[in-house]
């Protein structure tokens, strides 16, 4: 008996690209030819075979990259399922939260929601459920070990920041002396900031987050540009900062926020490319370009084979008006979305990674944070005459995208998808 197999451009199910661990497989577009069946039982048992053949028919995907990676997941008849963490739904859990923002110097006060007066406490015990499998809860020795030696960067706006601190306020829980963790310049975290780095001198890790809202590099208005034009945005040129994220383990990326018309025209930032100010420029259009500049810059600068890249998508808001000065801040998550799960800056990043040639993982955080109105600072912000329904309290929504980014890290059973 004679049997030919051939899987053009196999994804395989281990985690691709990432660097933590010894000896893991790098198996981008692989192709496999089994000739035999006399040589598959020589090399295996029958059990391996089956899987193998789930495995490759369920992540056969032959025309466009996957993004989003999902859990596979083997159930009792041994087939392969997979979970895309991003589709589940909000449900409450007494174990959360994960840490005490007050015990943990790195949340910044601004986010410590329950230190500024906010009195319910619902908002900090749900946990996200993806439809079709958990996340497993971490060990938060055994990622401290597994994070020995490493250097992860984040690099963004302020939701990049609270993501910053939500993952050392975790890892901190881990740790028995806290005088052991610090940030290396002495600096306290200040919202204009453009570098924090932390380290936990124990592990030889370090957790660096570099301010970088727009990603691509700010400049002076060119000679003879209209007054209106005070900054320009250059959309083909990434941060003069950037030379500083290369050198990491674990880069997470995410831009978003700042691309509304109050934040750059009013502000008298507009875009250039080139030499050429692009003054009717629209902003998807513009942010499309920003991220191909990056996408770009990682493909040439960033070794996928050390560095294991992640964006995030847009983290939803939830204003009451277009002008982002109203919103109530709910006790309850809503039970659905309300319109909230997509949004034109998700779409666009999953897009421009899809086209990538080198693999990053889409953190698609948008759908599961479009839930959470109960979830945001409010008013129990560092400035509580100012509503604040964008950033989130910490412990909150920020923890559960650092529990997906550590599952991410610690579970070899990854595949990818191009679900969303
Ligand atoms: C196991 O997975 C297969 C393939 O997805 C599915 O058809 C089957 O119903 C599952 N079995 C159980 C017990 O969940
Ligand atoms: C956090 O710890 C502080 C003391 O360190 C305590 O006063 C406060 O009640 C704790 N907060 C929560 C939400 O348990
Ligand atoms: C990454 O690994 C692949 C496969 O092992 C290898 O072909 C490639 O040259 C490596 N790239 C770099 C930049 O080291």
Same mark, same amino acid.
């Given at each position: 008996m004679e049997m030919v197999f051939s899987f053009a451009k196999l994804k395989l199910f281990s985690p691709r690209g990432l660097s $933590?661990?010894?000896? +893991?497989i790098k198996d981008h577009c692989k192709i496999w030819i089994f000739h035999s069946i006399n040589g598959l039982v020589a090399i295996g048992? $029958?059990?391996? @075979? %089956? $899987?193998?053949?789930?495995?490759?028919?369920?992540? $056969? @995907?032959?025309?466009?990259?996957?993004? +989003?990676?999902?859990? #596979? +997941?083997?159930?009792? *008849?041994?087939? +392969?399922e997979k979970c895309n963490l991003f589709q589940g739904k909000w449900i409450p859990d007494e174990n959360y939260p994960l840490y005490n923002a007050s015990d943990c110097p790195f949340a910044e006060r601004g986010f410590n929601c329950f230190a500024n007066g906010r009195r319910d406490r619902g908002y900090s015990k749900w946990r996200w459920k993806p439809k079709d499998c958990d996340i497993p809860r971490f060990n938060v020795q055994a990622v401290l070990e597994k994070l020995r030696g490493k250097r992860?960067?984040? &690099? #963004?706006d302020s939701l990049s920041r609270t993501q910053w601190e939500s993952l050392i306020c975790i890892l901190m829980t881990g740790v028995d002396d806290k005088k052991s963790v610090y940030e290396v310049n002495k600096n306290k975290i200040t919202k204009q900031i453009r570098f924090l780095g932390v380290k936990f001198s124990s592990f030889d890790l370090r957790i660096d987050f570099y301010r970088s809202i727009f990603l691509v590099q700010p #400049?002076?208005?060119?000679?003879?540009?209209?007054?209106?034009v005070k900054t320009t945005l250059r959309l083909d040129v990434l941060d003069d900062i950037s030379k500083e994220w290369i050198d990491s383990d674990i880069l997470i990326f995410n831009s978003g926020h700042w691309w509304t018309p109050s934040k750059l025209f009013e502000l008298g930032w507009y875009f250039? &490319? =080139?030499?050429?100010l692009k003054l009717g420029m629209p902003i998807n259009t513009a942010f499309r370009k920003a991220l191909n500049t990056w996408a770009s810059w990682v493909e040439k600068k960033i070794n996928t084979n050390r560095t294991s890249v992640f964006f995030r998508t847009f983290e939803a808001s939830h204003w009451s008006s277009r002008s982002r000065? *109203?919103? /109530?801040? *709910?006790? !309850?998550?809503? @039970?659905? *979305? !309300? #319109? /909230?799960? !997509?949004?034109? %800056?998700? =779409?666009?990043?999953i897009n421009v990674v899809r086209k990538m040639s080198v693999p990053v993982t889409v953190l698609h955080v948008t759908r599961m944070g479009a839930f959470r109105i109960d979830a945001h600072v409010g008013t129990w912000s560092d400035n509580p005459s100012v509503k604040d329904c964008s950033h989130w309290c910490l412990p909150g929504v920020p923890d559960m995208w650092n529990e997906i980014l550590l599952s991410y890290l610690m579970l070899p059973n990854l595949v990818s998808s191009n679900e969303q």
């Open positions: $933590l661990g010894n000896g +893991i048992s $029958l059990t391996s @075979f %089956i $899987l193998a053949m789930a495995y490759a028919y369920l992540y $056969l @995907f032959p025309s466009s990259r996957p993004v +989003i990676r999902s859990y #596979g +997941i083997s159930n009792s *008849t041994g087939s +392969i992860v960067v984040f &690099v #963004g #400049g002076p208005a060119p000679p003879r540009a209209p007054k209106r250039q &490319v =080139d030499k050429s000065k *109203t919103c /109530k801040v *709910t006790r !309850r998550p809503w @039970f659905s *979305t !309300r #319109g /909230k799960e !997509r949004s034109p %800056i998700s =779409d666009t990043i």
